[in-house]
């Protein structure tokens, strides 16, 4: 059986979908399992061994050069080249994990019939209208619950047990300078309102270095991260900003850590992926939903509206780290 799975973004989406596929190819190792997926997280659909095939799309950038002249026939013509990529695979099936109108409508480019989630589970309902199958999965679960169900009804299994996500040995990846141990933190976010105070960030990793003596790393996505980044670290000398990454160096770079700290943003959830110990700094958003997985290495503290103090994120710290 061939299935195109479409789960176009965010990063944290794609890596709360890799324990489904784990499942899946427990109960059903007969299918044959390509992704569609935004080309700046291939990397996070690649770390999964049950994906046969990575097919990268830049709806982004196309959708920005469709509305312009100069470039318009150039981003028509990669649209439609993915389009009869997407039929000539021939497709048993589509599943839109997404629930949203951008990805039942890429969906569809595949020609084949197209299951999801019903008006009452999907983020943007008349994306079910897209659909030939849909599923009831209850709204109020953890994005890796809900990811899990849908595939277990659309597959038809029952998924039991922790969530693994089945995220495969890296390249081996590692700077010439990072020398282990060494801790990692996320400071970085897509929104403002999920940003941990600066101070708090300094106070925190000035008390991390001196009670455990290691050296931080601060990764960054973005020249303005970059230099949010050499803020935090100004004065610091234990205490360094990495070079720009891609994605699967990073997820190499997080696996070698001792400990990762960060606030609720994509690579939170890489760290949570690859199995360090870890702490999610939450603020403007929901643990129970897009939180890290329950375990004895994983500790998530704040909430929507609840800040966390430093002595609060460094106590969590010593619980999770071995």
Not at 4 to 30: E, F, K, Q, Y
Not at 266 to 290: F, Q, R
Request: hydrophobic residues 45%.
């Amino acid at each position: 059986m061939k299935i195109l799975l479409v789960r176009l973004s965010s990063m944290g989406d794609l890596i709360h979908t890799l324990p489904a596929l784990t499942d899946l190819a427990r109960h059903r190792p007969d299918v044959q399992l390509d992704w569609l997926c935004e080309a700046a997280f291939a990397d996070i659909a690649r770390l999964h061994s049950f994906t046969a095939k990575v097919l990268p799309m830049q709806w982004r950038q196309w959708r920005k050069q469709l509305l312009k002249k100069e470039s318009f026939k150039e981003s028509f013509a990669a649209l439609d080249e993915l389009c009869g990529a997407l039929r000539a695979a021939r497709y048993d099936w589509v599943l839109d994990s997404q629930g949203l109108l951008k990805s039942a409508a890429f969906a569809r480019l595949a020609g084949a019939p197209v299951y999801g989630l019903d008006k009452n589970s999907a983020r943007e309902p008349l994306a079910t209208w897209a659909y030939h199958r849909r599923f009831a999965v209850e709204t109020g679960r953890d994005a890796v619950w809900r990811n899990r169900t849908l595939f277990a009804q659309a597959f038809a299994y029952s998924f039991e047990g922790a969530a693994d996500f089945g995220v495969s040995g890296g390249t081996g990846f590692r700077l010439p300078e990072m020398a282990q141990p060494y801790g990692v933190v996320l400071h970085a976010a897509s929104r403002a309102d999920k940003h941990w105070q600066a101070d708090a960030w300094r106070e925190l990793m000035q008390r991390w270095h001196q009670e455990q003596g290691l050296p931080l790393w601060l990764p960054w996505g973005s020249d303005a991260e970059r230099e949010r980044a050499e803020q935090l670290a100004q004065g610091l000398d234990f205490v360094r900003v990495c070079p720009p990454l891609s994605l699967a160096q990073a997820a190499d770079v997080l696996r070698g850590a001792t400990a990762v700290v960060g606030v609720d943003t994509g690579l939170l959830h890489l760290a949570d992926a690859v199995g360090v110990p870890v702490v999610g700094i939450y603020t403007a958003s929901h643990p129970h939903k897009t939180g890290l997985q329950p375990s004895a290495r994983a500790c998530a503290v704040g909430a929507m509206g609840q800040i966390p103090t430093v002595n609060e994120v460094y106590q969590a710290l010593q619980q999770v780290m071995p």
